[in-house]
Protein backbone atom coordinates (compact mmCIF):
# COMPACT_ATOMS: atom_id res chain seq x y z
CA UNK A 1 0.00 0.00 0.00
CA UNK A 2 1.48 3.65 -1.24
CA UNK A 3 1.01 5.32 2.38
CA UNK A 4 4.05 3.18 3.89
CA UNK A 5 6.23 4.39 1.63
CA UNK A 6 8.70 6.67 2.92
CA UNK A 7 9.34 9.44 0.00
CA UNK A 8 11.94 11.13 1.95
CA UNK A 9 14.95 9.92 -0.15
CA UNK A 10 17.66 9.77 2.47
CA UNK A 11 20.93 11.11 1.44
CA UNK A 12 24.10 10.41 3.65
CA UNK A 13 24.69 14.63 4.27
CA UNK A 14 21.72 16.20 5.47
CA UNK A 15 23.22 19.41 3.28
CA UNK A 16 22.49 17.57 0.09
CA UNK A 17 19.31 16.73 0.88
CA UNK A 18 18.68 20.56 2.12
CA UNK A 19 19.88 21.82 -1.42
CA UNK A 20 18.19 19.04 -3.22
CA UNK A 21 14.54 20.66 -1.30
CA UNK A 22 15.99 24.14 -1.72
CA UNK A 23 16.25 23.60 -5.52
CA UNK A 24 12.86 22.43 -5.65
CA UNK A 25 11.45 25.38 -4.01
CA UNK A 26 12.77 28.08 -5.65
CA UNK A 27 11.24 26.29 -8.82
CA UNK A 28 7.98 26.28 -7.04
CA UNK A 29 7.39 29.06 -4.63
CA UNK A 30 6.12 32.31 -5.59
CA UNK A 31 8.81 34.49 -3.55
CA UNK A 32 11.65 34.14 -1.35
CA UNK A 33 12.07 30.11 -1.05
CA UNK A 34 15.05 31.32 0.95
CA UNK A 35 12.92 32.59 3.53
CA UNK A 36 13.73 31.10 6.72
CA UNK A 37 12.17 31.74 10.38
CA UNK A 38 14.86 32.01 12.60
CA UNK A 39 14.89 31.19 16.67
CA UNK A 40 17.17 33.01 18.89
CA UNK A 41 16.42 32.98 23.01
CA UNK A 42 16.92 36.02 24.85
CA UNK A 43 16.73 37.02 28.45
CA UNK A 44 15.21 34.65 31.27
CA UNK A 45 15.34 32.29 28.29
CA UNK A 46 12.45 33.53 26.27
CA UNK A 47 12.63 32.61 22.67
CA UNK A 48 11.63 34.80 19.87
CA UNK A 49 11.24 34.01 15.81
CA UNK A 50 11.15 36.16 13.18
CA UNK A 51 12.32 35.30 9.27
CA UNK A 52 15.39 36.22 8.01
CA UNK A 53 16.46 35.48 4.14
CA UNK A 54 19.26 32.58 3.63
CA UNK A 55 21.88 34.07 1.56
CA UNK A 56 24.38 30.74 1.52
CA UNK A 57 24.22 27.01 1.94
CA UNK A 58 27.93 26.27 2.83
CA UNK A 59 29.59 22.85 3.12
CA UNK A 60 28.89 22.72 6.81
CA UNK A 61 26.50 25.87 7.41
CA UNK A 62 23.83 28.43 6.82
CA UNK A 63 24.51 31.75 6.54
CA UNK A 64 22.36 35.02 6.61
CA UNK A 65 22.76 38.85 7.49
CA UNK A 66 21.88 41.21 10.38
CA UNK A 67 22.34 44.07 12.36
CA UNK A 68 23.97 42.65 14.99
CA UNK A 69 23.06 45.88 17.35
CA UNK A 70 18.94 44.07 16.54
CA UNK A 71 17.28 42.16 19.00
CA UNK A 72 18.44 38.91 17.64
CA UNK A 73 21.95 40.15 17.22
CA UNK A 74 21.98 40.92 21.26
CA UNK A 75 20.36 37.51 21.76
CA UNK A 76 22.59 35.89 19.33
CA UNK A 77 25.45 37.41 21.62
CA UNK A 78 24.85 35.85 24.82
CA UNK A 79 23.45 32.75 23.66
CA UNK A 80 24.75 30.74 20.17
CA UNK A 81 21.89 28.28 20.40
CA UNK A 82 19.23 28.55 18.04
CA UNK A 83 17.04 26.96 15.60
CA UNK A 84 15.86 27.59 11.97
CA UNK A 85 12.78 26.56 10.17
CA UNK A 86 12.32 26.37 6.39
CA UNK A 87 8.33 26.04 5.36
CA UNK A 88 7.66 25.67 1.10
CA UNK A 89 3.93 25.45 1.25
CA UNK A 90 4.23 24.55 -2.39
CA UNK A 91 6.03 21.36 -2.34
CA UNK A 92 4.51 20.55 1.20
CA UNK A 93 7.98 20.53 2.84
CA UNK A 94 9.74 21.59 6.21
CA UNK A 95 13.14 21.41 7.06
CA UNK A 96 13.76 22.27 11.09
CA UNK A 97 17.34 22.99 12.02
CA UNK A 98 18.97 23.44 15.06
CA UNK A 99 22.79 24.20 15.87
CA UNK A 100 24.89 27.02 17.26
CA UNK A 101 25.50 30.25 15.54
CA UNK A 102 29.08 32.11 14.57
CA UNK A 103 29.88 35.68 13.19
CA UNK A 104 31.31 35.46 9.74
CA UNK A 105 34.83 36.93 8.96
CA UNK A 106 34.51 40.42 8.35
CA UNK A 107 35.92 40.20 5.09
CA UNK A 108 33.33 37.94 3.88
CA UNK A 109 30.62 40.47 4.96
CA UNK A 110 32.32 42.58 3.07
CA UNK A 111 32.29 40.94 0.35
CA UNK A 112 28.51 40.13 0.44
CA UNK A 113 27.30 43.89 1.52
CA UNK A 114 29.57 45.26 -2.17
CA UNK A 115 26.79 42.94 -3.81
CA UNK A 116 23.69 44.42 -2.06
CA UNK A 117 21.82 46.97 -4.06
CA UNK A 118 22.40 50.86 -2.96
CA UNK A 119 19.21 51.19 -1.69
CA UNK A 120 19.75 48.32 0.87
CA UNK A 121 23.14 49.07 1.83
CA UNK A 122 21.53 52.64 2.38
CA UNK A 123 18.92 51.24 4.75
CA UNK A 124 21.44 49.24 6.82
CA UNK A 125 23.00 52.45 7.55
CA UNK A 126 20.21 54.34 8.27
CA UNK A 127 18.38 51.76 10.30
CA UNK A 128 19.22 51.31 13.66
CA UNK A 129 17.02 47.92 13.57
CA UNK A 130 15.27 46.86 16.51
CA UNK A 131 15.49 50.71 18.85
CA UNK A 132 12.70 52.89 19.47
CA UNK A 133 11.85 54.99 16.49
CA UNK A 134 10.27 58.02 17.32
CA UNK A 135 8.64 58.49 13.92
CA UNK A 136 9.01 57.27 10.39
CA UNK A 137 10.26 60.71 9.11
CA UNK A 138 13.32 60.50 11.14
CA UNK A 139 14.29 56.90 9.09
CA UNK A 140 14.12 59.38 5.84
CA UNK A 141 15.75 62.19 6.79
CA UNK A 142 18.71 59.50 8.14
CA UNK A 143 18.23 57.48 4.86
CA UNK A 144 18.51 60.96 2.51
CA UNK A 145 21.61 62.00 4.66
CA UNK A 146 23.37 58.85 4.27
CA UNK A 147 22.49 59.22 0.37
CA UNK A 148 23.75 62.58 -0.13
CA UNK A 149 27.31 61.34 2.02
CA UNK A 150 27.98 58.72 -0.65
CA UNK A 151 26.75 60.04 -3.88
CA UNK A 152 29.26 58.99 -6.32
CA UNK A 153 31.15 56.84 -3.49
CA UNK A 154 30.89 53.34 -2.54
CA UNK A 155 29.35 52.76 0.45
CA UNK A 156 31.09 50.64 3.09
CA UNK A 157 29.59 47.91 5.20
CA UNK A 158 28.45 49.58 8.78
CA UNK A 159 30.87 47.37 11.04
CA UNK A 160 27.28 46.40 12.85
CA UNK A 161 26.16 44.63 9.38
CA UNK A 162 27.35 41.58 9.70
CA UNK A 163 26.55 38.00 8.45
CA UNK A 164 26.18 34.60 10.48
CA UNK A 165 26.65 30.92 10.11
CA UNK A 166 24.35 28.49 11.82
CA UNK A 167 26.55 25.20 12.37
CA UNK A 168 23.73 22.48 12.73
CA UNK A 169 23.46 19.30 14.51
CA UNK A 170 20.65 18.34 13.78
CA UNK A 171 18.34 17.98 10.65
CA UNK A 172 14.72 17.14 10.07
CA UNK A 173 13.38 16.81 7.23
CA UNK A 174 9.31 16.82 6.84
CA UNK A 175 7.29 15.63 3.62
CA UNK A 176 3.41 15.93 4.29
CA UNK A 177 2.24 12.58 3.48
CA UNK A 178 -1.68 11.07 2.63
CA UNK A 179 -3.78 11.05 5.60
CA UNK A 180 -1.61 12.60 7.92
CA UNK A 181 1.32 10.08 7.57
CA UNK A 182 4.01 12.78 7.16
CA UNK A 183 7.32 11.50 6.78
CA UNK A 184 9.65 13.08 9.20
CA UNK A 185 13.69 11.97 9.08
CA UNK A 186 15.90 13.26 11.86
CA UNK A 187 19.65 13.66 11.18
CA UNK A 188 21.86 13.93 14.09
CA UNK A 189 25.76 14.36 14.14
CA UNK A 190 27.67 12.22 16.56
CA UNK A 191 31.75 12.38 16.55
CA UNK A 192 31.55 14.09 12.45
CA UNK A 193 29.04 11.58 11.50
CA UNK A 194 25.68 12.16 10.27
CA UNK A 195 23.10 9.39 11.77
CA UNK A 196 19.30 9.14 10.80
CA UNK A 197 16.22 7.95 11.96
CA UNK A 198 12.30 7.77 11.14
CA UNK A 199 10.18 10.13 13.45
CA UNK A 200 6.27 9.15 13.77
CA UNK A 201 4.56 11.91 12.78
C1 LIG B 1 10.60 37.43 4.41
C2 LIG B 1 11.40 38.26 5.37
C3 LIG B 1 12.78 38.27 5.27
C4 LIG B 1 13.56 39.02 6.16
N1 LIG B 1 14.92 38.96 6.06
C5 LIG B 1 15.67 39.59 6.97
C6 LIG B 1 17.10 39.43 6.95
O1 LIG B 1 17.68 38.70 6.12
N2 LIG B 1 17.82 40.09 7.89
C7 LIG B 1 17.22 40.87 8.84
O2 LIG B 1 17.94 41.46 9.66
N3 LIG B 1 15.89 41.04 8.90
C8 LIG B 1 15.10 40.40 7.99
N4 LIG B 1 13.73 40.53 8.05
C9 LIG B 1 13.13 41.34 9.14
C10 LIG B 1 13.09 40.48 10.41
O3 LIG B 1 12.04 39.54 10.36
C11 LIG B 1 12.98 41.32 11.70
O4 LIG B 1 11.86 42.16 11.65
C12 LIG B 1 14.23 42.17 11.96
O5 LIG B 1 15.42 41.49 11.62
C13 LIG B 1 14.29 42.59 13.44
O6 LIG B 1 14.29 41.46 14.24
P1 LIG B 1 14.80 41.48 15.76
O7 LIG B 1 14.19 42.67 16.41
O8 LIG B 1 14.32 40.18 16.35
O9 LIG B 1 16.30 41.55 15.72
C14 LIG B 1 12.93 39.80 7.17
C15 LIG B 1 11.53 39.80 7.26
C16 LIG B 1 10.78 39.03 6.38
C17 LIG B 1 9.28 39.01 6.53
Not at 51 to 73: A, D, Q
Not at 90 to 117: A, H, M, P
Not at 142 to 152: H, L, P, Q, T, V
Amino acid sequence: MSLIKNNIKIEKNPFDLLEKWYKKAKKNEISNPNAMALSTVGPFNKPRTRMVLMKEIKENGIIFYTNSNSRKGNHINDNKNVSINFYWKSIDRQVLISGKIKKISSQESDKYFLTRNRKSQIGAWASKQSQKLKSKSNLKTKFDEIDKKYKGKEIPRPKYWNGYCVYPDSFEFWLQGEGRLHDRVEYKIKSGQWTTKLLYP
